[in-house]
Structures are given as structure tokens and as C-alpha cells.
């Protein structure tokens, strides 16, 4: 069944410029770096946007903490609750800090030690669930109702959209227009935003989102009309194992997208490996999607310029290494 008209507006890419204004001085303008090895290996020229390297370590700061500053001083006061797996946690944690507000994050106790305790260190207080058997939706809508929270989700949030769009239009900023772009895709705010910047900045540049193999909803959504919903994918992308786009995503990727496209977790490794050994970065598992899928989808690509959104680079080390060392 087609998925219905959004009831109000979507974003726009004025949000996008205007998130952009709101966060300068705040977020990070993170690097875009190339790579002899990978336009050598491929046949096309790479452009990283680094978000790895963006405060708390990820994109997600930018739609965190333009959807706080966008609250009003008593909303501000009394505080915000979020869910996920870690990056948003962390990102609502810290703009929270910093806007003088207070955050409660709901998040899955098989969440990455290091993102759990970086969400704490932020000074926010983290609700454990089971992932398989609770709804991390529930219990942040009986928080927020109990403790007169402003719930700020994920992805399916217009400010969010919006402040997560600027990294792409610091990448068409910089790197001036492209041919291709490709994201990592979860729940779709990182797509949503970029594709805004893309229309806007380089109109003839074909947006990708890329997805887990396992957890492929995205795609299986473009291809059907309509927001399909599966069950927990399991990948070691953590920030992708989403169920489902959003009803305020889906809308954007539908019209603006070229594709999306799936990868599986040994691809997601070879691309950790690479980042690692040729351009002395680290980047989380989730934060390769796009990589992983540009190197997939080079061939189509020779002589075109490419950017990949390196989406984040939050990882529990001790299970890094052992992808790094191929146990």
C-alpha cells in the first residue's frame, strides 16, 4: 500500500542553510579527504566527507543539536528524551550539555560498551531495553508523558533532517559538485537531509542511500511504493538496524533518490581495513555503508567524482581490532 501525504510540509533545503547557520561555531566542519589508492583501485575520484572526525564522533551532533536549539526556553528546561542504538544517544547527550538543557536516552543494553559510556560521560541518564522484546518508541513516549520530556527521535524529525543535511552541503561546499553520492541509510535522516543539499547544490548528482544486506527495508520500500517493516536486521552496522524508514524521510528518498543499494558485513570489514592501513582514520562499521556501496558501484562510475559520507567512527575497540584482524 502507498504510504500516505505527509500531513504538513516537509523540509526544505532552507531548513538545511538555516540548521547550517544555527550550528556554526558548534558542530565541527569536518574534512573531506581523498585517496590516490582508492581513485587508483577504482577508476574514479573520491571525495570522504569525514564525519568520523565531527564532534562526539559522528553526523548525528548536527541534527542533535539543531532540533535543541530550535526549542523553546521551557522546553529547554525541562528536557529531552531520545532512543538509539548509540550516535544519536550521544549526539542528544552532548548538544543537550550544551544548550543548557538535560537528556534521557533510551538505549539497548547490547549497545556498544563505549557508546553507552560515552552517553553517560556526556552527563545524560540512559534507560536500558531489550532490543528483541521491548519498544524503544514506548518507553520514550511513557518518559516523555511522565516526565514532561520533549521527545526528539532518530531520523523522522524535520529539524533533525535538517541539521543532518548541512554535512552534505559542506561536502558540496568544498568539493564543488559531484556525480554520485553515497550515504549510509538507517532510518533515513542522513539521505533525507543530503538529498535536499543535492538538488540544491548539484542537481545532475545521483544520490545512493546503502543499506545492511540483512536489513534491506529501505530498499525493499523504494522498490514497493510504500515504507516497508522487517523484523531486527543482524549486521554489525549498529546505527543501520532500523525496521523501517520514516513517515517524514520516506517522502524526500522517494522523490530524490537515485537507489539504494545493500551490502553485507565483509564488505563493511574490507572497508574498516582500508580506512584503517590507507588513510589512518577509524570509521565505525555503520560509518562504512557508503564506502563499502561506492566501491561496489565503481565500475558504473569510471571517470565521475564520488563523495561517500563517512557517517561515524564510533566503535568499541576491542571488537574493531578483531575485524581488523580478521577474527
Known amino acids: 500500500m502507498p504510504t500516505p501525504a505527509p500531513a504538513s510540509p516537509l523540509p526544505t533545503i532552507e531548513d538545511v542553510r538555516a540548521a547550517a547557520a544555527r550550528l556554526h561555531g558548534h558542530a565541527h566542519r569536518t574534512p573531506v579527504l581523498r585517496s590516490a589508492t582508492a581513485d587508483a583501485r577504482t577508476g574514479a575520484s573520491f571525495f570522504f566527507k569525514c564525519e568520523n572526525l565531527q564532534r562526539m564522533g559522528a553526523f548525528k551532533f548536527r541534527g542533535a543539536f539543531n532540533a535543541i536549539a530550535k526549542l523553546d526556553p521551557a522546553q529547554r528546561r525541562a528536557g529531552v528524551v531520545a532512543f ?108 533525507s537531509g543530503s538529498l535536499l543539499a543535492a538538488e540544491a547544490m548539484s542537481p545532475r548528482c545521483a544520490v545512493f542511500g546503502v543499506e545492511p544486506a540483512a536489513g534491506d527495508d529501505g530498499r525493499q520500500s523504494l522498490r514497493s511504493g510504500g515504507i516497508v517493516t522487517i523484523g531486527v536486521p543482524e549486521t554489525i552496522a549498529d546505527g543501520a538496524m532500523t525496521t523501517h524508514l520514516g513517515e517524514r524521510t520516506f517522502p524526500i528518498i522517494q522523490r530524490l533518490a537515485r537507489d539504494v543499494v545493500a551490502v553485507d558485513d565483509d564488505a563493511l570489514i574490507l572497508a574498516m581495513r582500508f580506512f584503517a592501513e590507507r588513510m589512518k582514520i577509524v570509521v565505525e562499521p555503520t560509518g562504512c555503508l557508503g564506502a563499502a556501496g561506492a566501491f561496489a558501484e565503481a565500475f558504473r562510475w569510471q571517470g565521475k567524482r564520488i563523495g561517500v559520507i563517512l557517517s561515524g567512527g564510533n566503535v568499541d575497540l576491542g571488537r574493531y581490532a578483531g575485524w581488523l584482524a580478521g577474527s
Not at 538505549?107 to 559510556?117: E, G, R, T, V, W
Not at 568544498?174 to 535522516?189: K, Q, V
Open 84 to 191: 538509539s542504538s548509540g550516535n544519536h544517544a550521544q549526539a542528544i547527550a552532548l548538544a543537550a550539555r550544551e544548550l543548557g538543557s538535560t537528556a534521557v536516552i533510551v538505549m539497548p543494553a547490547d549497545a556498544p560498551a563505549a557508546k553507552l559510556a560515552a552517553t553517560r560521560g556526556y552527563g545524560a541518564e540512559v534507560v536500558t531495553y531489550e532490543r528483541l522484546r521491548e519498544s524503544r518508541e514506548a518507553i520514550a513516549q511513557r518518559l516523555a508523558d511522565e516526565r514532561g520530556l520533549t521527545l526528539i527521535p532518530p531520523f523522522d524529525h524535520d529539524d533533525v533532517i535538517a541539521g543532518q543535511g548541512t554535512a552534505a552541503l559542506e561536502l558540496f561546499e568544498d568539493a564543488g559538485e559531484l556525480d554520485a553520492l553515497f550515504m549510509p541509510l538507517g532510518g533515513g535522516g542522513l539521505l
